[in-house]
């Protein structure tokens, strides 16, 4: 039996993946944004070991996320799930003036891998679309570009492709993986999407509770348990440290040393 955390995990893959889990016999710990999130979860699946709550749109919130996650662990495996889909008409700041797709999708995850106790395993959720992030190094945030939802979302999907290759470099010990999950039959997803539940939660479990070679391999962007070529971009050592900087900058916290 493994101990897992999962964030964003009371609907879709998410929920998907915390369910299968659960069912094998493993410890889940889940996670929702508010209290009904959370009352919907534990109706939804009984069986998990615990939920955390808190908004991943807030630096403080997420600090007591990471604070009551540890509290709950330790954990064999963490997935990074949480995040926010693209194509969103305006730019929006949150209450620490950060617009919100980087801080939910880039920044938290970046923060709670930095403040909670390492776990054996971790993965990151990305997407396909992070082939087509830019990077933009003088204005990561839209600040002063126009606003693009869409690239927007793109750009935070290659940062979770950079932010996982860099914990791997950096702690060589725990494996840690991006995985892109398909286009799933998610509200995120739409109705219209190629790829059932199941198969868009298969590759996490995999990679947390596999017991084979392939599993236990680090440093990889995964989909469907196949091992692609992502953004060339995230391969660069350069960019991953830059990225690792300016989130430490950001949230005033650097990740540990191995």
């Known amino acids: ?33 508010d209290a009904a999130r959370a009352d919907d979860v534990r109706a939804a699946l009984p069986g998990a070991a615990g939920v955390v709550v808190g908004d991943l749109a807030s ?73 087509d992030g830019d990077p933009q190094w003088d204005d990561l945030q839209y600040e002063r570009r126009p606003w693009h939802g ?26 840690t993986n991006a995985v892109d999950p398909g286009w799933v039959k998610t509200r995120m997803g739409g109705p219209e999407a190629t790829d059932e539940l199941p198969q868009g939660a298969d590759t996490q479990i995999w990679l947390t509770t596999g017991d084979d070679a392939e599993a236990v391999l680090s440093g990889r962007y995964l989909k469907h348990r196949q091992s692609l070529k992502a953004n060339p971009a995230a391969y660069d050592q350069e960019q991953q ?16 040393a191995l």
């Open 1 to 33: 039996m493994s101990s897992i955390f999962i964030t964003g995990s009371t609907q879709g893959i998410g929920l998907e993946t915390a369910s299968t889990l659960v069912a094998a016999g493993h410890r889940v710990v889940v996670h929702a944004r």
């Open 59 to 131: 630096l403080a919130q997420t600090r007591a996320v990471a604070e009551a996650a540890a509290a709950a662990g330790p954990f064999d495996a963490v997935i990074h799930n949480a995040g926010l889909g693209g194509g969103a008409p305006e730019r929006t700041v949150t209450e620490d003036g950060l617009e919100l797709l980087f801080q939910v999708n880039v920044v938290a995850p970046y923060l709670l891998t930095a403040l909670m106790p390492r776990p054996g395993r971790l993965v990151y959720l990305t997407s396909g679309l992070e082939a």
């Open 150 to 175: 869409m690239q927007a979302y793109s750009d935070s999907k290659l940062f979770d492709v950079l932010l996982a290759f860099a914990v791997a470099r950096h702690w060589p010990g725990v494996p």
């Open 241 to 256: 440290e830059r990225l690792l900087s300016v989130l430490a900058g950001i949230t005033g916290t650097e990740l540990p």
